[in-house]
DNA sequence: CCCTGATTCGC
DNA sequence: GCGAATCAGG
């Protein structure tokens, strides 16, 4: 594969979104991430550090960084001691199981939440919501220990998939899904019985 | 371990 | 110019 004009585009454009080169790797098709690493430093997009020498003659460097935007704030959300703050379309969280059937996870992988009587929240579960729709649902066979274990649907029917999107750490799910599976464990803890 | 980008250097 | 290998963090 070559660096024809459209994949450069498309690489300056990515780039400029703040994908990951491994990401870009693998929309274009043919090239490493190295490539596209090694491509975006004779493009001269990189604007990273300058201690060394290098090969680096002239350029000024002039401390104009744009500073793309990374993080955007949010406008954090209080739930106060909100009494049980019934989610409108609550995803369910935890996908029903089939009384009958239980559903079938890989070996060793823990499985999700329990979240039962757990207040998710508000926040965690709309970015749950979002990334829903970008999962990759992959099938069971699909998972591997780094994608997103995280059960979708109903496991008795067809409308069930896993998230599959890449987990970071060493965790079972997704950023997104971690959010939801492992609480701060605070929530309610007067759980009056 | 996984990932990220940065750099080097033979091709 | 290209990118695998390597380096240097997180």
Partial sequence: MSWTDERVELLKKMWGEGQSASQ?????????????IGKVHRLGLSNRSSGGGSTDSSKTEA?????????AAKPKVKEAAAPAPEPAAAPAPR??????RKAIIPAGQPLPPQPSANEISPEALA????VEKKSKKLSLLELTERT????????????FWFCGLP???????????????????????????
Wanted: glycine share 8%.
């Fill in 24 to 36: 870009i790797a693998k929309e274009l098709g043919g090239v490493t991430r190295n490539a596209v």
């Fill in 148 to 159: 997103c274990k995280w059960p979708v649907g109903d496991p008795a029917t067809d409308d």
């Fill in 127 to 130: 970015k749950v919501n979002e």
């Fill in 95 to 100: 996908p029903a199981v089939s009384p009958a």
């Fill in 63 to 71: 401390k104009a960084k744009p500073a793309a935007k990374k993080e």
């Fill in 167 to 193: 987990v970071q750490s060493g965790k079972p799910y997704c950023e997104a899904h971690v959010g939801v599976a492992f609480q701060p464990m605070s929530s309610r803890r007067d759980r009056r019985r």
